[in-house]
């Protein structure tokens, strides 16, 4: 049973004009988060009136770990151990009904507008956020390294599954290494020289290591590495942004 | 805690899984190498990890202690009062960020082993195999390397994140403590967290679709209520106990009940997976209903 919602990228919205955004800073161990609402009064007197509340929650997949805050505040701030999480968190802001409560309809589109009122349980997420992550893909996919070994200007690409997952070290000649934190174009010739190596997986069966990847790429609709078609610089410039070089002439 | 891994260890650990389990014309005897050196003993044993693994310069790191050596049951499948221990052993000095790496557990093992807390027979400790005598030698062979991969630390190219909650057992026993007394919390005295202990043990068809979806996916089934709702509700019934079908489904249907809803009290969430328990004993039952006619 479906009942109204606000999606902050517009996918879905019940209400006529309502429009929600917020803003989120994350750091080690702690994430900010102010909610906005525009053209839902209604709603925001929901929350004045203790009947719904602004949440955020935290997680992290790989140490099964959760939390969450509640607050009648826009503003939450939002701590947890460190040691908690690995790698990747991800960001669930929204607001939530705390008790079962009636939606004022004349904020409501048409449709609902013409039920002789609209309940809603306890627990259902009236505003959805977009969901964060704490890191940008591409970047928790790349670990570089610097490689004494390697001529001036060479890099060389790993796999490394030791945690559990997917990830590429890259190992660079260290007068390019020192450059990598800046230079863009270095760091996107990482990424597809990553993908790259993907199309020669070795393996008939599925291999669980890359899962993880696997979702990445169907979130993002790039085509499968497996496929004949599969482009490691297209995928990973839609991915990331290549800066071209300008020369003079 | 451990120093942090080095880019180098998690490069040799892939290609060293990758080698033990690729089909090629070396694998067999790439495999026999490894079990050799199994059966020749703990220091063999040792030696060879550290060297296939790049693991030798965290030899003098800090270790998580054992109290004594353990029987070859209680390393095979440890007890829930081992399991217990285990956690409170660790409580200190294991934090979730590391127990969640399966290079972690490699490292750990090979202390273990060196230090003969696992006794020396080691074949019987980590090669449990479904292979009969009769099945191809090459098979049995492949099959007798995974289970040592999975039971030292986890087979990531087979199984990815899921094999060091679920491979291997004193990882899994860990774990599994961690999430009890996170039960025993959320679950507003249902539960204890010796209770919902010995739920997610012996009833051990739950803990893999449980741990499984919620790593897979950023899953809602992580969500500390609604995971304690699930696990009460499975240590209050006897019918999931050996169907992991079941199991799986009733958690991913738990999940896409609470996509939109966060139950906001205990009672809305025994509720929800009470709910959801029954339909999918009931899908389960039209099913088993249409293969009989």
């Known amino acids: 049973m479906s009942f109204p919602q606000l999606f902050q990228d517009g996918s879905r919205n019940d209400w006529q004009d309502a429009v929600y955004d917020c803003d989120i800073t994350i750091d080690r161990g702690v994430a900010f988060i102010e909610h906005k609402l525009k053209n839902a009064a209604g709603l925001e007197q929901l929350v004045q009136d203790g009947k719904a509340k602004w949440s ?9 770990f959760s939390t969450a805050h509640m607050s009648r505040e826009p503003t939450i701030m939002l701590r947890w151990d460190p040691s908690d999480v690995y790698e990747e968190i991800t960001i669930f802001p929204g607001m939530i009904a705390v008790q079962e409560l009636e939606l004022p309809r004349q904020e409501l589109t048409k449709v609902w507008q013409e039920a002789n009122t609209v309940l809603v349980p306890a627990g259902w997420q ?25 001529d001036e200007g060479q890099m060389m690409i790993q796999e490394n599954t030791s945690s559990g997952s997917l990830k590429f070290i890259v190992q660079l000649a260290p007068d390019i290494y020192e450059n990598i934190s800046k230079n863009r174009t270095l760091q996107v010739a990482a990424l597809i020289g990553a993908l790259g190596r993907l199309h020669n997986q070795p393996y008939e069966e599925p291999n669980e290591a890359y899962l993880g990847l696997k979702y990445i790429f169907e979130q993002h609709g790039f085509t499968p590495w497996d496929e004949s078609d599969f482009d490691p610089a297209y995928t990973a410039t839609r991915w990331e942004r290549f800066t071209p070089i300008i020369l003079d002439d | 805690m451990l120093e942090p891994i080095e880019p180098s260890v998690g490069i040799a650990f892939t290609n060293w899984q990758r080698d033990l389990i690729r089909k090629d014309e070396g694998l067999l005897e790439r495999q026999e190498a ?37 029987t070859l049951n209680e390393v095979s499948n440890p007890p829930v009062e081992l399991e217990r221990e285990l956690y409170e052993l660790w409580e200190h000095e294991l934090t979730p ?45 492949d099959d007798r390397a995974r289970s040592v991969m999975r039971r030292v630390g986890g087979l990531v190219e087979e199984r990815g994140k899921v094999s060091v909650f679920s491979d291997c057992p004193m990882a899994r026993a860990w774990w599994r403590r961690r999430i009890s007394i996170s039960v025993a919390e959320y679950s507003e005295g249902t539960l204890t967290a010796d209770q919902a202990h010995i739920a997610l043990h012996k009833k051990s068809a739950v803990w893999e679709p449980l741990v499984l979806n919620s790593l897979r996916r950023v899953t ?16 209050s019934v006897d019918s999931i106990v050996s169907s992991g079908k079941i199991c799986t489904r009733l958690v991913q249907d738990v999940a ?19 709910s959801s328990a029954a339909s999918v004993q009931a899908k389960a039952g039209e099913s088993t209903n249409e293969d009989n006619d």
């Open chain 1, 126 to 150: 009236l505003v959805r956020g977009i969901t964060y992550s704490s890191q940008a893909d591409s970047s928790s996919l790349l670990t570089f390294q610097k490689d004494e070994t390697l």
């Open chain 2, 220 to 235: 809602v089934v992580n969500n500390p209520r609604i995971r304690a709702a699930i696990v009460a509700h499975i240590a």
């Open chain 1, 56 to 64: 955020l929650e935290v997680r992290c997949p790989r140490t099964l």
């Open chain 2, 256 to 274: 896409r009940r609470c996509q939109f809803f966060t139950p906001q009290t205990w009672q809305d969430a025994m509720e929800l997976v009470n």
């Open chain 2, 34 to 70: 490894m079990l050799q050196a199994l059966e020749r003993g703990p220091e063999p044993f040792c030696n060879y990890l550290e060297e296939h693994l790049a693991i030798g310069s965290y030899r003098n790191s800090p270790k998580l202690s054992l109290h004594r050596e353990l």
């Open chain 2, 97 to 141: 960020n590391e127990a969640c790496l399966p290079i972690y557990w490699y490292i750990m093992h090979t202390a273990w082993i060196r230090s003969l807390w696992f006794g020396s027979d080691l074949v019987k400790t980590f090669v449990h195999t479904s292979r009969s005598a009769s099945d191809p030698m090459e098979n049995q062979v």
